[in-house]
């Protein structure tokens, strides 16, 4: 298939790329030219705007957005909008919010354009990894867009079967899936973040305890040195709390123990406060989601080895770099 890739970053160079490798054609565009050149001399081919791109992919044109969540995204559907023409379908990669989806795809409904809303994790190991799709939209479209998906999910690998899936949508062992309506891949996609949060923060508060253990206001014989790099490693193998957070927290640890490399200071991308909104609407309890990003805002002004610990995931997860104080 032929797809047009706005948004060159982190993320959505590595999604041409993955597409590319699987014998897809791509259009790409970016603001940086470099970005553009890099994708083109992998086979690219590179569109010098938006009506550039629109004009190479021609009528029923798809075009995948991998844009920041708000107006550079909301600035570029209405683009877009204007100049793919009806039978054209728009998919927001990225991390909207979900009432936003809910709203494009009613308008662009209306001139004949379809929208899709795909919740994408995967970071910046997705190239390689493969990406989780949660993906909200028209059945009729998902299931055209099949080979574009299944391209971009890791497929099943090496993981077990899960015992009484029998007879239910393969699409979710492969790595994607369909949510529902417009809206409902991103809401999937923002409870998702919400318990990472979680599961990160988790890891945080356990190794700060480990690293606390070591502090001369405890008893001389209650102190002990952890070694906290092979216990990390140690958990890795067979623990019950076994992850690819976890597997970060080791890579990070092997290398810096102290993490002196990290302020702390860890920034949150509104995904979390999303979900904490969807809670209170549901009036369903969210205690750890909403310690965990509380935690976040303190970290930026009193910080401590947890909150590097949560720094450093994130940043091998996805790149992100600390807020600065």
């Avoid at 991390?95 to 936003?100: A, E, G, L, P, V």
Wanted: contains cysteine.
């Amino acid at each position: 298939m032929r797809i047009g890739i706005v948004g060159l970053g982190r993320m959505g160079g590595s999604i041409a790329r993955r597409l590319m490798r699987a014998g897809h054609q791509t259009v790409v565009w970016d603001r940086d030219r470099a970005a553009i050149e890099a994708l083109v001399s992998d086979g690219a081919a590179g569109a010098a705007s938006l009506a550039d791109m629109a004009g190479q992919l021609g009528s029923g044109a798809v075009f995948w957005l991998m844009l920041p969540a708000g107006e550079p995204t909301e600035t570029t559907v209405d683009q877009l909008a204007g100049l793919a023409g009806a039978g054209a379908i728009l998919i927001d990669g990225g991390n909207s919010f979900y009432k936003d989806d809910i709203r494009r795809a009613a308008s662009l409904a209306k001139i004949g354009i379809d929208y899709l809303d795909v919740g994408t994790s995967g970071g910046v190991w997705g190239s390689e990894r493969g990406f989780c799709l949660m993906i909200g939209g028209r059945e009729e479209i998902v299931r055209r867009l099949d080979p574009i998906f299944d391209a971009l999910a890791p497929g099943v690998g090496d993981i077990a079967r899960t015992a009484g899936r029998d007879g239910r949508d393969d699409r979710a062992e492969r790595g994607y899936v369909h949510t529902g309506p417009p809206g409902s891949g991103h809401f999937v996609k923002m409870v998702h973040n919400g318990i990472e949060y979680g599961l990160m923060q988790a890891y945080a508060e356990g190794f700060d305890i480990l690293k606390g253990k070591a502090s001369e206001s405890l008893p001389a014989e209650e102190r002990f040195t952890i070694d906290l790099p092979d216990v990390a490693e140690v958990w890795r193998r067979g623990s019950v709390v076994s992850s690819w957070l976890l597997d970060l927290s080791a890579a990070a640890l092997a290398r810096d123990p102290a993490l002196e490399a990290f302020s702390g200071s860890v920034a949150d991308n509104g995904e979390g406060r999303w979900a904490l909104d969807a809670a209170m609407e549901e009036r369903v309890p969210a205690y750890v989601m909403s310690a965990a990003l509380y935690t976040r805002y303190r970290s930026r002004v009193d910080s401590t080895f947890g909150d590097k610990l949560l720094s450093a995931m994130r940043l091998g997860f996805g790149g992100h770099v600390e807020t600065p104080r």
